[in-house]
C-alpha cells in the first residue's frame, strides 16, 4: 500500500489543526505512522486518496450500523437539505424521532437531543445531581463518556492511548466529586458507596465497555450496580453512546435485562451525523429545562438534516427483523474464524466479544477491566494494525477500541478478513 498522498496531507493539515486531526484517535499516534486519509466510502469500503481500498471494521466509531452512504439516508439528506439545514426552531421530524426512540428504548417517557455523545453524557449528570441534590459521580476505569471534565479522570478510549487520563485542565474541584471504581469488580463500587452513603448523585457506566477494546459485564456485574444504586438512593446511567442501537432496538437495557434511570445515546441515532442524547422517566427528565430548573441547551439541537439521518436509520434498523442478528452473526464468523488461525501460533491472545462489538487483545490474561486491557502487548497491537491496514483491512489504531461492525459487510470481505491475517501471522 502507498500512503503518499496521505501523508502530504497530513503535513498541511498539522500546520492548521492541532495534531493534523480533530479527534486525537485518528492521528495513530497508538500504532505509529501517519493517518489514513479518506476519500469517499460506500458499504463497507473506504477509499483512501491514494487511491487504496480497505474494509472498514471502525464503521466511523460505530455510527455507519448500515455501511456508509447508505442509499436512502442519502435520499433523505440530500431531499431534507433543500429546505434548509438549521432553523433554531421546533420541528415535527424531532417529535417523531423522538416517539420513535421511546417507542424502541425501555424504562424512557422523554428524551433530549443534543449533538454528541459528550454533550449527551455531561447533560445526563448534570440532570442527575439536580434530580438527586447530590454532587459525587461514580465512573469507572477505563470507561469513557466523551471529553467532558468530569470524566476525564482515568478515562478510557484516546486519553489511555495517549497516557493522560487524567487530562491537564481538569481542575481538582471537578476531580473530588467523580469517584473510580473498577469494571467488573462490585466490591469496588460498594467501598466507594460506604465512603460516601450520602453522596453519590448517579454511578455512569458503559453497560458493555468499548473504551478498553471491548468488554462485556461479567454476569452479575450490572445487576449488582442497580441494586447499590436502589440501596444507596443514586440513579443509574446507562451510556450506550456505542451500545444504543448497536445491540438491538432497545440496546443494553433491553438486551441484558437491566434497567438504568437515565441513558445516552449518540453514534447511530444520528445515522452519521453528529447527535447525541439522554432519555428517562418522566420524573427525572421534568428536571430539565424549560420545564425544570436543569440547565442545558444547544444552537443545533435537534436540527433537521441530523434528525432525518438518525430517523431514516433507525427505521431502517426497526424495519429489518434480521439486522441484528445478522450482524451479530458476521462478528462471531470473524471472531471464530480469527481465533482458528492464530490459536496455534503460541501468541498470547485473547477476544472479547458482544453482539457486534469484537476485540483483539495480546495478552495470555483474561480481558475484564482496565488494569487487564492494559497488559496487552502493544508492539504486536502496532504490527497486526499495520500488517492489515497494508492487506487492505482497517481496524481500530488503538488497542483501547472495539471494532464495529457494519450491516455492509459480506461473507466475502469477512473471508478476505481472515486471508489478510493469515498472511500476516505468517509474518511474525
Ligand atoms: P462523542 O462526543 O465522541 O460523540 O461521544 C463520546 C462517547 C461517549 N460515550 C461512549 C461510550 C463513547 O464511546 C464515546 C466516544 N467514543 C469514541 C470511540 N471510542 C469516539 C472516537 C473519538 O474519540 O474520535
Known amino acids: 500500500m502507498l500512503y503518499q498522498r496521505s501523508s502530504a496531507l497530513f503535513e498541511a493539515a498539522k500546520k492548521v489543526i492541532p495534531g493534523g486531526v480533530n479527534s486525537p484517535v485518528r492521528a495513530f499516534k497508538s500504532v505509529g505512522g501517519n ?62 424521532i423522538a416517539a420513535l426512540v421511546v417507542s424502541m428504548v425501555p424504562n424512557i417517557d422523554k428524551i433530549r437531543f443534543v449533538n454528541s455523545g459528550t454533550e449527551a453524557c455531561m447533560s445526563a449528570v448534570r440532570l442527575a445531581r ?45 476531580a473530588k466529586d467523580t469517584l473510580l471504581a473498577n469494571y467488573n469488580d462490585l466490591a469496588s463500587v460498594e467501598a466507594v458507596f460506604q465512603q460516601y452513603p450520602e453522596e453519590v448523585a448517579a454511578i455512569i457506566i458503559e453497560p458493555v465497555a468499548g473504551n478498553m477494546g471491548c468488554i462485556p459485564p461479567n454476569a452479575g456485574f450490572l445487576e449488582g450496580l442497580r441494586a ?70 444547544g444552537t443545533l439541537s435537534g436540527n433537521p438534516l441530523a434528525m432525518i439521518a438518525g430517523l431514516t ?24 474464524g480469527m481465533k482458528a488461525l492464530i490459536e496455534h ?28 486491557a492494559a497488559l496487552g502487548n502493544n508492539d504486536h497491537f502496532k504490527a497486526y494494525f499495520h500488517g492489515m491496514l497494508d492487506r487492505g483491512v482497517y481496524l481500530p489504531s488503538s488497542a483501547f477500541e472495539s471494532y464495529f461492525l457494519n450491516d455492509a459487510l459480506s461473507n466475502e470481505d469477512i473471508a478476505f478478513t481472515l486471508d489478510a491475517f493469515q498472511d500476516w501471522l505468517k509474518t511474525i
Open 345 to 372: 501460533k503460541g501468541i498470547p491472545h485473547q477476544f472479547n466479544r458482544f453482539g457486534s462489538m469484537l476485540s483483539l487483545h495480546f495478552t495470555d490474561t483474561p480481558v475484564v477491566d482496565f488494569k487487564t
Open 35 to 96: 493517518p489514513v486519509f479518506v476519500e469517499k466510502a460506500k458499504g463497507a469500503y473506504l477509499h483512501d486518496v491514494d487511491g487504496n481500498r480497505f474494509i472498514d471494521y471502525i464503521s466511523s466509531w460505530g455510527p455507519m450500523i448500515l455501511g456508509h452512504a447508505q442509499e436512502d439516508v442519502i435520499i433523505a439528506l440530500t431531499q431534507q437539505a433543500q429546505k434548509g439545514t438549521s432553523y433554531g426552531m421546533p420541528t415535527a421530524l424531532e417529535t417523531e
Open 313 to 336: 436509520t433507525l427505521k431502517l434498523l426497526q424495519a429489518d427483523k434480521e439486522l441484528f442478528s445478522r450482524l451479530d452473526g458476521k462478528t462471531q464468523q470473524l471472531h471464530e
Open 228 to 297: 447499590l444504586c436502589d440501596q444507596f438512593g443514586a440513579l443509574l446511567i446507562f451510556d450506550e453512546v456505542m451500545t444504543g442501537f448497536r445491540l438491538g432496538l432497545g440496546g443494553a437495557q433491553e438486551r441484558l435485562g437491566i434497567n438504568a434511570d437515565i441513558v445516552t445515546f449518540g453514534k447511530v441515532v444520528g445515522g452519521g451525523l453528529p447527535v447525541g442524547a439522554f432519555a428517562a422517566r418522566t420524573e427525572i427528565m421534568q428536571e430539565l429545562a424549560p420545564d425544570g430548573p436543569v440547565y442545558q441547551a
Open 130 to 174: 439536580g434530580f438527586t441534590h447530590r454532587e459525587k459521580i461514580i465512573k469507572f476505569a477505563g470507561c469513557y463518556h466523551g471529553h467532558s471534565d468530569a470524566f476525564l479522570i482515568q478515562a478510557g478510549s484516546g486519553a489511555i492511548t495517549f497516557g493522560a487520563p487524567n487530562s491537564p485542565g481538569v481542575t481538582q474541584g471537578t
